[in-house]
């Protein structure tokens, strides 16, 4: 009796904190491939600026999954999706697929519609393109230090969303996090 009443308060326990638990896991998976993403944004601007030479990535839709890679201007016109189709604008590394290094996490929005980030005033619903860089999906930094203004979309889908925001100008680079519970977004 006494054995099946303290398994009964530990299967209560673990139901309770099993939501938690599970929102703190993914909390953890999206910040981390937050840093990945910007930690990779970064190093492109440096290689920019140390080369002498456009670098950036490309973000595409393989499947349900998201990927992106690294690219070097190799004519000297920025990068642009016609000259990586012909080769001109070559890959400097590997592609990326966050989905298969954080489970559960890749580029997109939560099932609910949220503001963008400031100084955006759209709503975002769900489904909408998570990655805001005009039409191509490309992200170019210049030998000068500044880039292509935008903003990446990271989430879980369900209760963790944060966003990686470009300000061209600067090339500065600023991770921000959604509060659900408040609707507005934090640094």
Known sequence: MEAALVLAILGMLIAVSAPALAGSLARGRVAAAGRRVSQDLARLRSVAIVTGR????????????WVYRSYEDGD???????????????PTGAPVRLAAHYE????GLLDIAVPEV????ERLAP?????RFGRSD?????PHGTSSSGSFYLSDRHRVLYAIVLYGGTGRIRVLRYDRDEGRWRR
């Not at 400031?118 to 005033?121: E, L, R």
């Not at 489904?127 to 990655?131: C, L, R």
């Open 138 to 142: 490309l992200v170019s930094f210049t």
């Open 104 to 107: 559960g996490i890749d580029f």
């Open 127 to 131: 489904g909408t393109d998570p990655v």
């Open 54 to 65: 456009v670098h950036g990535l490309r973000v595409t839709r393989e499947g349900s999954a």
């Open 76 to 90: 000297g016109d920025g990068l642009r999706s016609d000259d990586i189709a012909a080769g001109r604008d070559r």
């Open 118 to 121: 400031p100084p955006g005033t």
